[in-house]
């Protein structure tokens, strides 16, 4: 299975369904937008402002927002490739190099504590390869294959060491990070929530792992180190049946291995503090078929993986659970892709260029307002769509079952292999202990004749010695010493001759033994080599039948893609075509809600001005009546006391009268008469006071007159006002009724609309129709509010008088570009250190935790009380050297203010109404503006703009 | 040697990816099962209906046989003896006097059998319902129960860990679930981190920037918004609700009276805590009385030790049903393991997770129930065997969770309790 060159029948596939064919020589951007715009059925997202693509390309590419001053700048430039230009720009950036270490670093090491490399090693070995623009399948090979004896990729082993070699949990983690699938409940069972994962897929990946451990020498230097036996089998934890496997690559088949007889398997045999290596290392092999790049799960994970770094989010999403049952949005892009990294021979840079440069990259976060046309257009298609879906579901599960039979037909013929490998097994055992034996006589033999040797290195000049001394006593019988030397002489020179007789008799006796057991090695290993024969034939079996499998699978893919890219277009079709229904339906509900709230409020003012003037004429009823009342009252006691007075001055009138009858009856009597004269002055005071009282009881009683008058006119005003409230609320009532209706009518539709418009935006972000609202990662925050704030302003300073000092320029060459981008990455390395600290704080706090999936997003009420309350980010925002707020409290214009603030801190300049609210700020904190200034640059980095607009 | 067989995948097969907020809608979060939780309810009728979950932990190991499965008069049983209870027929040992009046509120599982004699491993397996693996990391129970009932909307931690060094931080014991449910440690008084506003910061200045954070909110969620949009700004709301409500982690404003009834020590100081913490509305509290690991002098130890156990574990338990909370509350005390039944020659009693013992009561459970049994030196578990996932099952359905529905973290479906194992039916009432 070659499939490094784009599936034919894929492109064959895309070329019929795409507006413009595919040119394979086509940029892969082109090729990306034409895919998606053909399932979008047009109805993608506007092209995204500057300020928005900025922000988006600085994050994904660098790790941060941009600086202002380079927002500004991008914001007024008017050349139309701009774009391209800041891409090229930012991928040969020193930031870009920090942030794809830390993104490969998160993705591979998942936050895990160091062991035996230091995680700073580690970064460092990502840091260059990333540097280097290492290949993927490379840098994948390198992570997988190294096993801490080679120096110059040691640094690699940390995939290994910070997961202590342990080989369930190095085979989950190889299933996501390189295969993007998460096998880890299939280590017991088969998945228990997702069908098609199988244990079998688990063990084939533990099956290159699990002759590994970690061995440590004795300088305390720890290796990774294998075994050259150990085959995986497995029980299931639910329906205890038992399998076993050889190592596998996920959607692959089992491999074919090197076949070593027991005792010629080591390069270095295991024993005591020797770190063994085998002749054939499972775990090299692994290294080695990903280094290959053959593996099609290998190149989808990465290709999903890249494209979810750019996108802010797979085409599989949890990108680690590629899977039947959660498919790619776009599986004919993801095959694409795949292939295309593939043959792009997995270079990092040169294909997230391509995404970038993609429309699909660049589109604004917004819904486009093309959805009617749309509708329109493609209505008319529906049931032919899904007639042709019909179709196509039986052309698929035609397919799925060539694919399904064929499946079983290996299956069995992988099941016929299993016990002649058993038997393989068992005498390649039978062949280990022969070779104990046989060693062990060969060994005997050897020591013999060694021992034959040695004596017989002695037993020759001891024999000629005895000779010669034997000779000289002869000549000089006298001799006795001699004699006596001779004689010893002789005696040692036959004993040594019986001890090479013995020797001899130990190395015949012994001869036998070691040729029969060499025999009977020779015999096992033939018998061995005889089943390897069998085996051999049995594989070659299964392997015939999985050169059938290839194309069967891709007949099968292809179907499916085909079904599922109609289901699909079917569903957008559908959503748009019921949102435009409901929006249609819903705009004349909404006109005559309108049109009836004017009435009613038209009905309502109405009303409420005769109650208003209903309720003044209700009071001033109740000042006239109050009037009249007390007018009357009024009249009736002046009247009662013109009658009181009226009756004294009476009598006093009648007292007069009889007085003067009395006095000019009695002219003398002075009594008499001064009374008379007190009497007549009174009486005329008192008709004087009378004819006052009555007139005043004349105007009282006109008075009170007109004042019921008053009343009895503004009694019947008010009754005609309350006639006609009575007449304007009968007009209201029914109004208000049907408003009522139909406002809890209007109310309905817009909750409908605004679930089906929710549905819309996640199925137009989910198929990235429109751009995806991500979240910043930890590190990106803490970057970005560094960046927004400033905070590295004196950093970068501080890194740059270093460069002065270690890298100067020289003055001849001030433009020389190779000492400036050296310049640049010793700056970025010094601020790089500095920050560590920071970037750690933001990780602990808005990071996952170690060993667990880093990307989705979460909030906790510590992070939100840590940016209101805690110290580190309040200090940034206090004045200081060149920062964001020492700079805007320099500014005098509460416009130019609002401008920069927005610019640095959310890459835009600030709507009208955003700057009016600046202004307005001020306003009131005349007393305060530093005070002003931090709370509003603290309002916007912590504003959801910041952590999710790009 | 079996191929993997291809499924079909049509779109109609594709992950139920369950929304954000919708997990606040059905508040438990949990997907699929038999019973999935009821839908939403307001703020006042999940206050009171909240359920909590508090677990004592005796670290270390807690003798069976010196507490909820005596067995005096027989070789292993040691020299206590076993006393009556409020409830008829149910015997525990004579070290804990208090709790045998409570234990009408309370159950026993006798029959516990994890086969996990370590501490590590057999903590796991009690916290989180699983055995513990090299691939695989699970949850423990508060960020379990946190996560499930703990409603979005809550300002407050769910998941507590009351400790002497607690420092107000986070911990890291959610695996899966996320941060948000690992515990918050407190011990000491201290409340969560930075619910304090810092000085330089006044009253009005921190309205104003909150005012103009929101206002920004609003405009940009006019363009977009989503799930994550709200809970990124609700978190700040929260951050001022906590802030407005510190003192609910403030023990000094319990009562003196209970103050004495509770007790001086540490462990009667934390049971106080969490007797107020889940008073206001925090779901999972974790207590811990250490050290019950007597390898030495067992019997002298537990004197002590469940001396001081007693009285404010049995005042927890009735002030907890005076309040009527039993309903809404389950309480576990429970170990890593129990403790052997053979003494050794320090007359100490070494790991056992054979057949040991938890004692347990409120929410769905029976009151007063004992289940299984061990046989009668203790030795080995003699009737209805239970082993951690079982227990674990049980916890969650005593609180009304699904534990055979999983959670839905971002398309990723976890299965709330090991899929293989089973709630213990008979002591759900």
């Not at chain 1, 994962?197 to 180190?225: E, P």
């Not at chain 1, 085959?231 to 329906?239: C, E, Q, R």
């Not at chain 1, 089906?756 to 996640?762: A, G, H, P, Q, R």
């Not at chain 2, 499930?148 to 998941?159: D, F, I, K, R, V």
């Amino acid at each position: 299975m070659v499939l490094r060159t784009p599936s034919v029948l894929l492109l064959v596939f895309l070329a019929s369904i795409l507006a413009r064919p595919l040119q394979a020589d086509d940029p892969l951007h082109q090729q990306i937008d034409q895919i998606i715009e053909t399932a979008s059925l047009g109805a993608v997202a506007e092209v995204a402002t500057d300020g928005e693509f900025l922000r988006r390309v600085y994050l994904d590419l660098t790790g941060s927002i941009p600086p202002s001053d380079v927002a500004r700048a991008f914001l007024d430039d008017a050349a139309p490739d701009k774009r391209a230009k800041i891409v090229d720009r930012l991928l040969t950036s020193p930031q870009y190099i920090r942030h794809m270490t830390n993104v490969f670093d998160v993705m591979l090491m998942e936050r895990r504590a160091e062991k035996n490399v230091k995680n700073d090693e580690w970064r460092k070995y990502l840091y260059d390869s990333v540097a280097a623009n290492k290949p993927w399948n490379e840098l994948a090979k390198e992570v997988l294959g190294a096993d801490g004896t080679d120096e110059k990729i040691r640094f690699a082993t940390a995939f290994y060491f910070a997961r202590n070699g342990e080989p369930n949990l190095l085979t989950r983690d190889v299933g996501r990070m390189f295969f993007g699938m998460d096998l880890q409940c299939a280590q017991c069972h088969d998945h228990p929530l997702i069908d098609s994962y199988y244990q079998s897929d688990y063990y084939g990946i533990f099956a290159f792992l699990s002759r590994g451990t970690l061995f440590t020498d004795k300088d305390k230097k720890v290796f990774y180190a294998e075994k050259a036996e150990g085959d995986v089998s497995f029980t299931s934890a639910f329906t205890e049946e038992q399998d076993k496997t050889f190592p596998r690559l996920p959607g692959s088949f089992e491999i074919d291995e090197p076949f070593l007889l027991k005792g010629e398997d080591y390069t270095v045999a295991p024993a005591d503090k020797v770190r063994p290596v085998p002749k054939y290392s499972r775990r090299a092999k692994l290294a080695e078929l990903v280094g290959q790049g053959m593996n099609r799960q290998f190149n989808r994970n990465i290709a999903n993986r890249l494209w979810a770094h750019m996108m802010g989010r797979g085409l599989v999403e949890p990108v680690d659970l590629h899977h039947a049952d959660n498919p790619a949005s776009h599986p004919e892009l993801l095959e694409l892709l795949a292939d295309r990294f593939a043959t792009m021979n997995y270079d990092v840079k040169a294909f997230v260029r391509e995404l970038a440069l993609s429309k699909t990259y660049q589109r604004s976060l917004d819904i486009p307002s093309s959805l009617p046309e749309l509708a329109a257009k493609h209505e008319p298609q529906l049931e032919a769509w899904k007639a042709k879906a019909a179709t196509l579901a039986e052309a698929v599960s035609k397919a799925e079952e060539t694919v399904l039979k064929l499946g079983e037909k290996i299956g069995a013929a992988d099941d016929d292999a299993d016990p002649v490998y058993d038997e393989l097994t068992k005498s390649n055992a039978a062949v280990g202990e022969v070779r104990k034996k046989s060693d062990a006589a060969a060994k005997a033999l050897t020591d013999a004749k060694n021992q034959l040797v040695a004596k017989q290195a002695i037993a020759t000049p001891l024999s000629e010695a005895s000779t010669n001394a034997n000779k000289a006593a002869e000549l000089l019988p006298g001799e006795k010493e001699l004699i006596a030397l001779a004689q010893k002489l002789k005696a040692r020179a036959d004993k040594i001759a019986a001890e090479v007789a013995a020797a001899n008799k130990a190395v015949t006796d012994k001869t036998p033994a070691a040729n029969t057991s060499a025999a009977a090695l020779a015999a096992a290993k033939s018998a061995a080599e005889g089943i390897k024969k069998r085996f051999d034939a049995a594989r070659a079996k299964v392997r015939e039948l999985e050169t059938q499998f290839a194309p069967a699978t891709s007949v099968y893919q292809v179907a499916k893609i085909e079904k599922m890219l109609v289901d699909s277009q079917v569903a957008t079709a559908e959503l748009a075509i019921s949102y435009t229904k409901l929006t249609a339906t819903q705009a004349p509900v909404e006109t005559e809600l309108t049109k009836q709230t004017a009435e009613l409020s038209g009905a309502r003012k109405t009303m409420q001005a005769v109650e208003a003037v209903l309720a003044k004429m209700k009071t001033d009823l109740l000042a006239a009546k109050k009037a009249a009342e007390s007018m009357t009252a009024a009249h009736a006691a002046v009247a009662k006391q013109y009658a009181t007075r009226q009756e004294i001055a009476t009598l006093t009138s009648q007292a007069t009268a009889s007085a003067a009858i009395a006095a000019s009856k009695l002219p003398t009597d002075t009594e008499l008469k001064t009374t008379l004269t007190s009497l007549t002055k009174r009486d005329a005071q008192l008709k004087a006071e009378v004819a006052e009282l009555q007139k005043l009881v004349v105007q009282k009683e006109q008075e009170a007159k007109v004042a019921v008058e008053r009343m009895t006119v503004a009694q019947s005003t008010t009754d005609a006002k309350a006639k006609e409230l009575a007449a304007a609320q009968a007009t209201v009532a029914p109004l208000e009724k049907t408003h009522t209706e139909l406002n809890a009518k209007a109310t309905a539709g817009r909750t409908e609309l605004s679930q089906l418009s929710e549905k819309l935006t996640s199925r137009w972000e989910t198929r990235f129709f429109t751009n995806r609202l991500d979240h910043l990662s930890p590190e990106e925050m803490a970057w970005s509010m560094m960046r927004a704030t400033d905070f590295l302003q004196a950093q970068i300073a501080a890194g740059k008088a270093e460069a002065d000092k270690t890298l100067p320029i020289d003055p001849k060459k001030p433009d020389d570009p190779a000492r400036l981008a050296e310049r640049e990455k010793h700056v970025e390395a010094y601020v790089y250190e500095k920050v560590k600290g920071n970037l750690a704080a933001f990780v602990k706090l808005f990071g996952h935790a170690a060993g667990q999936p880093q990307a989705d997003f979460f909030a906790t009420v510590d992070q939100a009380l840590y940016f209101s309350n805690g110290g580190t980010v309040l200090s940034w925002l206090n004045p200081s050297g060149n920062n964001l707020t020492a700079r805007l409290n320099k500014l005098e214009d509460p416009k130019a203010i609002a401008e920069e603030m927005y610019i640095s801190v959310l890459t835009r300049r600030p709507s009208d109404q955003e700057a009016n609210d600046v202004v307005g700020y001020f306003g009131s904190r005349k007393d305060d503006k530093v005070g002003a200034l931090k709370e509003m640059a603290w309002a916007l980095v912590t504003s959801a703009e910041f952590r999710f607009s790009h | 040697m079996k191929k993997c067989t291809y499924a079909c995948g049509t779109e109609e097969h594709v992950i139920s990816r369950r929304q954000f907020l919708g997990d606040v809608a059905a508040s438990a979060g949990v997907v699929g099962g038999l019973g999935v939780l009821a839908g939403p309810a307001s703020a006042a009728k999940l206050a009171k209906d909240q359920k909590r979950v508090i677990v004592v932990n005796m670290a270390g190991g807690l003798s069976q046989l010196e507490s909820w499965d005596p067995k005096p008069q027989t070789d292993t049983g040691g020299p206590f003896r076993a006393i009556s209870t409020s409830v008829p027929g149910m015997h525990i040992c004579e070290l804990l006097p208090e709790t045998a009046k409570q234990m009408h509120h309370l159950a026993i599982v006798r029959s516990i059998n994890t086969k996990e004699n370590d501490h590590g491993k057999g903590g796991y397996a009690m916290f989180t319902g699983r055995r513990q693996t090299p691939a695989a990391d699970y949850p423990r129970i508060g960020a379990v129960v946190a996560k499930a009932l703990t409603p979005e909307t809550s300002p407050l931690p769910g998941h507590i860990v009351i400790s002497n060094g607690g420092s107000g931080g986070r911990s890291n014991d959610s695996a899966y679930l996320g941060p948000k449910y690992a515990s918050i440690s407190l011990g000491n008084g201290k409340p969560p981190q930075n619910t304090d506003l810092p000085k330089s910061i006044t009253e009005a200045s921190d309205q104003q920037r909150q005012a103009f954070r929101r206002k920004a909110n609003d405009r940009f969620t006019l363009r977009r918004r989503t799930a994550f949009t709200d809970a990124y700004a609700a978190n700040y709301e929260q951050g001022l609700e906590l802030m407005k409500r510190r003192e609910i982690f403030d023990l000094a404003k319990e009562p003196q009276a209970d103050h004495d009834r509770y007790g001086k020590h540490d462990f009667g100081r934390h049971c106080l805590l969490a007797r107020r913490l889940l008073e206001n509305g925090i779901t999972f509290v974790q207590v811990t009385h250490s050290n019950y690991d007597t390898h030495n002098e067992n019997f002298n130890f537990h004197l002590e030790q469940l001396g001081e156990f007693d009285g404010p574990f049995a005042r927890l338990v009735a002030d907890l049903a005076d309040r009527g909370m039993m309903e809404s509350t389950l309480i576990v005390v429970m170990s890593e393991f129990g403790r052997t039944p053979r003494i050794n020659n320090r007359y100490g009693r070494d790991h056992w997770g054979t057949a040991w013992s938890v004692c347990l009561g409120g929410g769905r459970l029976q009151r007063g129930a004992i289940i299984g049994k061990t046989n009668a030196n203790g030795t080995a578990v003699a009737d209805r065997e239970v082993d951690h996932g079982h227990m674990f099952h049980t916890f969650m359905q005593a609180v009304g969770v699904d534990s055979t529905g999983s959670f839905d973290i971002e398309g990723r479906l976890m299965p709330v309790a090991d899929p293989s194992s089973t709630p213990i039916g008979e002591l759900l009432a």
